[in-house]
C-alpha cells in the first residue's frame, strides 16, 4: 500500500533554549538598591542617622559616636591635664611655696595639700578626655575645666579682695584663669553643635 505523503509540513527542529544566566545582583545597582529598601536600609531614620546595614539599625549605629572634633582639642584637653598635673603636685609637694606665690602670706599647708588633691582629681579626669572618643565624654570634661576655673576665679577674687592686695602671681592665676575658662567653653560650644551636612 501506497500511504500518501502529509500535505502538513514538518515543523523546522527548535534550537537549544540559552543557557541561563544568573544575575549578579552584587553588580546590579537598581537591584541592590531595591534590596536595601525592601530591608530598610540605606535611607535616613528619623534621628537623621543612615544605617548602613539592617544590625546597625537594630544595635545602634557606633559611628554616631565618632564626632568632627574641632582643631587642636586633643592638644588642649593634653596641655590642660598637663597643666593641672603640675600645679597639683606643686601643691602636694611646695604648698608654702605655691600659696606664697598666689597670696605673699604664708600659713598652714594643709589646705594647699587638700587643692593639690582637687586638682590631681580634675586631672585624672582630663588625661582621660584625651583619649575619649565619646562627644558626651569630652563635652564633660570641657565643661569640668570650665567649672573649676570659674569658682577658682571667683574663690581667688573674693579672697585678694577680702585681703586687700594683688601681687604679680595672684594677677597671672586670675588671667589664667580667665584664658582657660574661654577656651574651654569654646570648646565645649563647638562640639555641641551638629555637623552640617555635606
Not at 530598610?40 to 531614620?45: I, Y
Request: charged share 15%; aromatic share 8%; glycine share 6%.
Amino acid at each position: 500500500m501506497e500511504t500518501t505523503p502529509s500535505l502538513t509540513p514538518t515543523p523546522p527542529p527548535t534550537p537549544a533554549p540559552p543557557p541561563l544566566m544568573k544575575k549578579h545582583s552584587q553588580t546590579d545597582l537598581v537591584s541592590r538598591l531595591k534590596t536595601r529598601k525592601v530591608l530598610g536600609v540605606g535611607g535616613e531614620d528619623d534621628d537623621g542617622e543612615v544605617h548602613r546595614s539592617k544590625i546597625s539599625q537594630v544595635l545602634g549605629n557606633e559611628s554616631k559616636y565618632a564626632v568632627r572634633e574641632p582643631i587642636g582639642l586633643r592638644v588642649w584637653i593634653f596641655l590642660s591635664a598637663v597643666l593641672f598635673t603640675l600645679i597639683a603636685l606643686t601643691a602636694l609637694v611646695f604648698p608654702s611655696q605655691l600659696y606664697e606665690v598666689v597670696f605673699e602670706p604664708s600659713t598652714t599647708s594643709i589646705s594647699i595639700r587638700l587643692y593639690g588633691g582637687a586638682l590631681l582629681s580634675i586631672s585624672l579626669i582630663l588625661w582621660n578626655g584625651v583619649y575619649a572618643v565619646e562627644k558626651a565624654v569630652m563635652q564633660w570634661t570641657l565643661l569640668t575645666e570650665a567649672s573649676y576655673c570659674a569658682l577658682q576665679f571667683l574663690v581667688t577674687l573674693v579672697s585678694l579682695l577680702e585681703l586687700g592686695s594683688l601681687s604679680d602671681g595672684a594677677l597671672w592665676l586670675l588671667l589664667g584663669e580667665v584664658l582657660l575658662l574661654l577656651v574651654s567653653l569654646l570648646y565645649h560650644y563647638q562640639l555641641g553643635r551638629r555637623a552640617k551636612k555635606i
